[in-house]
């Protein structure tokens, strides 16, 4: 390659498309699933050797005492792990929620623009067309027009 060229970032186009993060990230989450399975294993042979080590002169409960840190320190490793898991599972979802609001905010936005212009310049009222009488334009206003049905013959002045 080039040096005097660009040089292509290698995980550019996975973080442009939120499917091929969370595929990205899954990928690594079932690896470290894996190790995880070893650790568990790991941690249970050691926790056996340890505790079925004895030195000459010890109580019962020394073993025990001795394996303990160690123990710790593995179970820490195993939560940490966990941890780390369910930190790709949240990352991948806030990765696809990010590509929403993106999306969301556009349209928002722009129904806020066309609502700020509608303010900016309402649109005039424009009357309702007659139904068709000649000079009645009060009567569909409800204080000119017949008060019951005996009155629906006669004109009101």
Do not use: F
């Amino acid at each position: 390659m080039n040096s005097n060229g660009p040089r292509p970032a290698p995980l550019r186009d996975v973080a442009q498309s939120p499917e091929a993060t969370a595929r990205y990230l899954a990928d690594i989450q079932r690896v470290l699933l894996d190790i995880g399975a070893n650790l568990e294993i790991l941690a249970r042979e050691t926790r056996v050797h340890c505790r079925g080590t004895s030195v000459e002169g010890d109580r019962w409960y020394h073993a025990q005492l001795r394996a303990r840190p160690v123990e710790k320190a593995l179970k820490d490793v195993l939560k940490s792990l966990n941890s780390l898991t369910e930190g790709l599972e949240k990352s991948a979802y806030k990765r696809r929620a990010h590509d929403e609001t993106v999306v969301n905010t556009a349209r928002t936005r722009k129904e806020k623009e066309l609502e700020a212009a509608r303010k900016k310049h309402p649109q005039p009222i424009q009357a309702a067309p007659n139904s068709g009488e000649g000079g009645d334009t009060g009567q569909n206003s409800g204080y000119g027009g017949p008060a019951s049905i005996y009155d629906l013959g006669k004109k009101s002045a």
